[in-house]
């Protein structure tokens, strides 16, 4: 079973904590890492993007001229797709990129890049967050003396107001919810801190 040293905010060790072994120590499946993030960053696009076609552009209504004897070729509307401000053939209109994931391959995910950060020991456990006042430069000392200097994900069942505004204008530095964390979250970090109460929340709805 994997284990981590569970330390405080002043980088000192607090106790020696063993992890789950279904959650932290698992092989991490790809197909599922795939599957799972793809659905999350197709969830981020809006899908609001529209054109006119031929019957919503304004004008047309007249047929420009008659079908025989003009020399030219024959046309119905000057809103047809080859005509100046005609309508957009086949062009994008407001849709869904919602892509389906069963809550198995979402757990399995998770449990996936949990394990990946533990293989690569970029995981640090902390028994909590705290700060007397909501102060950027206050947090940015903590993390620095718990030695967090890259691209971080602070994972927690709860943040109090003082930490999340106090972290909020650090620069690759996030916080997330442990109900809440994407696995896009998970993946995109090269740090990943979590409080004890977050550990123990993956190990309840995970194992």
Not at 120 to 130: G, I, L
Not at 164 to 178: D, E, K, S
């Amino acid at each position: 079973m994997p284990k981590l040293q569970l330390i405080n905010q002043q980088g000192a060790k607090v106790n020696d904590l063993t992890l789950n072994d279904n959650v932290f120590g698992i092989t991490p499946h790809q197909q599922a890492l795939y599957d799972v993030v793809n659905a999350q960053r197709a969830a981020m696009r809006q899908g609001t993007h529209d054109v006119k076609s031929r019957a919503e552009v304004s004008g047309g209504g007249r047929k420009p001229w008659r079908q025989k004897g003009t020399g030219r070729a024959r046309q119905g509307s000057t809103r047809s797709p080859q005509w100046r401000h005609g309508g957009i053939v086949f062009g994008p209109t407001p849709r869904s990129y919602a892509v389906k994931v069963n809550k198995k391959v979402g757990k399995l995910a998770i449990k996936s890049a949990l394990s990946a950060h533990i293989a690569r020991n970029q995981v640090m456990v902390v028994d909590k967050f705290e700060l007397s006042a909501p102060k950027t430069k206050d947090f940015s000392v903590v993390l620095a003396t718990m030695g967090i200097n890259s691209k971080a994900l602070i994972v927690s069942t709860s943040f109090s107001d003082n930490v999340a505004l106090a972290a909020r204008n650090l620069p690759g530095v996030t916080l997330a919810l442990a109900s809440h964390v994407s696995v896009y979250e998970l993946l995109n970090c090269k740090q990943l801190v979590l409080t004890e109460d977050a550990v123990k929340y993956f190990e309840e709805v995970l194992s």
